[in-house]
């Protein structure tokens, strides 16, 4: 897991009531869309901060950053279809990137704990949702009658912005928790691809705001336990407070190992039918795309005269709706032949649920190595909450047991490209010592061989030799085979990587040995095959053969084996 240099923030202060009213007023209109309110909270934020002034005095400065409300107005509209795909013109668009920019700018200059990211960015909230228009402007009257009260950042700005992406529309308050986000977006992954690249974006935000976030509590959390206690331990009381432990508590409603295996199902969404149905879409019709004709026939339609009550599109959301049938002459006209003919000649879509529930097959149809990678990024993330707040939702052995569960099943290709080493700068990449224990504990149900009792620590070389190189798997698949071989690999190139694999006769015979066990096994199970084999077992065979030499050059690398 890659770790930042140490970050230095500026302090973060209120913007004055009288702007944030002006804000408000923007976005009720839906001015957002000409960029006005994201233009004055980006102006806002860097008016008293320079990037070129390092001295203390100038990172002491306070920056003017926008409160949780409106911090969650900009990450919902960075991601809403009305805003992305189903925007009606380009200036929607832009407004969606320009939201999604000042949230990283906020990330970056006043840092996710003094802007409240924990608050901004908390799921479940209800609230909004349920208070209806009347209930709003009512409020908003009593705020008006008594501009002084106490500024209050989330209460306040709550009852100023009446407008549907901060109540209904918001994203934070359609979903439970961050994990039906999560699990969508990746059925978006292998279904809706111009979805995904909204969401893909989103989700890459959201990771940074929790990695950040963590690291930041981190830091503050050991100075504050060194100073009491002159050690290194950590205060578990900041910790808990971070946004990487409250998307866990937030999920936490089912205890123990059903939320582990929710969460873990959220991760590895597939985009099949069971998917789908865990992780359905957030917004109604939401991976509907706008028709080129369509937008065409509202560029002409969208004019604004206020003396004819012509509002254009300010706050048209009938195309987030299901559209709703009037009477038998609309449903009529919707069938009539030249909407058909229109239908047939429409570039077919993805269907919402899947002929089937089988699992992808590859990376591709798994969504992509991007959203591989920021799968893989998650369970980092989890981890390294397990190690440090076990209590919140698993100790690290139960979080492995789980990735356990799920990984093992995968097609061989998304398990090799999920389970291989990659640098350690890259941020979703385990630690040495994650990967190791992982490796092992994916190991124990596949191999013909009982293993020593579980622990978190580098084994030594001796129990490789005895309990797991030898050996092949517990079944004559080729799959499985070959997934022992690429794991075995993966253990000695860490190993080697690590300088803690020493060339020994042992360790040659025991590698010697599987290699040919696994060969053996697997040759049996094509030789009982009737007809054609399958494009995966093709596929296991040839890593099979080709894990031998592999295996064999990294035992020459520690030390000349062989030679």
Not at 130 to 140: C, F, G, Y
Not at 207 to 234: C, F, P
Not at 313 to 326: I, L, N, R
Not at 412 to 434: K, Q
Request: glycine residues 4%; proline residues 6%.
């Amino acid at each position: 897991m890659a770790v930042g240099p140490p970050v230095v923030y500026h302090p973060a202060r209120p913007i004055p009531f009288e702007l944030r009213s002006h804000i408000a007023i923007y976005i009720e209109e839906q001015l957002s869309k000409d960029t006005q309110a994201l233009s004055l909270l980006s102006g806002l934020l860097v008016a008293d901060v320079s990037d070129d002034d390092t001295t203390a005095a100038a990172r002491s400065r306070a920056a003017q950053t926008a409160s949780p409300t409106v911090l969650s107005l900009l990450a919902t509209l960075a991601v809403h279809p009305s805003s992305t795909t189903r925007a009606s013109d380009a200036a929607k668009q832009a407004a969606a990137d320009q939201a999604l920019q000042l949230l990283y700018d906020v990330k970056s200059i006043v840092g996710p704990v003094n802007a409240q990211f924990d608050t901004a960015f908390s799921f479940g909230n209800q609230t909004q949702r349920r208070m209806n228009r009347r209930q709003i402007l009512k409020e908003l009257e009593e705020l008006n009658e008594t501009p002084n009260i106490s500024h209050d950042h989330g209460k306040e700005d709550a009852r100023i912005i009446n407008a549907p992406v901060a109540m209904e529309g918001n994203i934070f308050s359609r979903t439970s928790d961050f994990w039906q986000v999560v699990g969508w977006a990746f059925n978006c992954a292998v279904h809706h691809k111009a979805r995904w690249e909204r969401w893909r974006l989103w989700l890459i935000f959201m990771l940074e705001a929790i990695e950040d976030d963590w690291r930041e509590r981190m830091k503050s959390s050991q100075v504050s336990r060194s100073q009491e206690s002159n050690g290194s331990e950590t205060d578990l009381t900041t910790l808990e407070a971070s946004m990487g432990a409250r998307i866990i508590t937030e999920a936490s409603q089912k205890t123990g190992r059903t939320a582990r295996r929710r969460i873990q199902r959220a991760i590895l969404a597939d985009g099949g039918g069971k998917s789908l149905n865990e992780f359905p879409e957030i917004w109604p019709n939401e991976t509907k795309e706008r028709k080129k004709q369509e937008l065409d026939v509202r560029r002409k339609e969208n004019k604004v005269n206020l003396d004819e009550g012509q509002f254009g599109d300010y706050w048209d959301e009938e195309s987030d709706e299901a559209p709703e049938v009037k009477n038998e002459e609309r449903r009529s006209t919707r069938q009539s032949a030249t909407e058909l003919t229109r239908s047939l000649n429409d570039t077919p879509k993805a269907p919402a649920t899947p002929p089937n529930d089988s699992i992808c097959s590859d990376v591709e149809s798994f969504g992509s190595m991007d959203a591989l990678k920021l799968r893989r990024r998650l369970l980092v993330i989890l981890l390294r909450i397990a190690k440090h707040l076990p209590h919140c939702l698993a100790t690290v052995e139960e979080m492995f047991d789980v990735y356990t569960e799920s990984i093992r099943p995968l097609p061989l290709p998304i398990f090799i490209a999920l389970m291989s080493p990659i640098p350690s700068r890259d941020p979703s990449a385990f630690d040495t010592i994650d990967s190791v224990c992982l490796c092992l504990m994916l190991l124990r149900p596949l191999l013909a061989a009982t293993p020593p009792p579980y622990q978190y620590q580098i084994p030594p070389q001796h129990m490789l030799e005895e309990s797991f190189l030898p050996f092949a798997a517990n079944s004559s698949s080729i799959v499985d085979n070959a997934k022992v071989a690429m794991l075995l690999e993966v253990l000695l190139r860490l190993l080697w990587q690590t300088k803690q694999l020493r060339c020994s006769e042992e360790l040659s015979e025991a590698l010697e040995t599987g290699i040919e066990a696994r060969y053996t096994k697997a040759l049996g199970d094509d030789r009982r095959r009737s007809g054609p084999p399958k494009q995966s077992d093709a596929d296991a065979s040839k890593w099979l053969v080709n894990s031998a030499p592999r295996l064999r050059t990294i035992v020459k690398l520690c030390g000349g084996a062989g030679e």
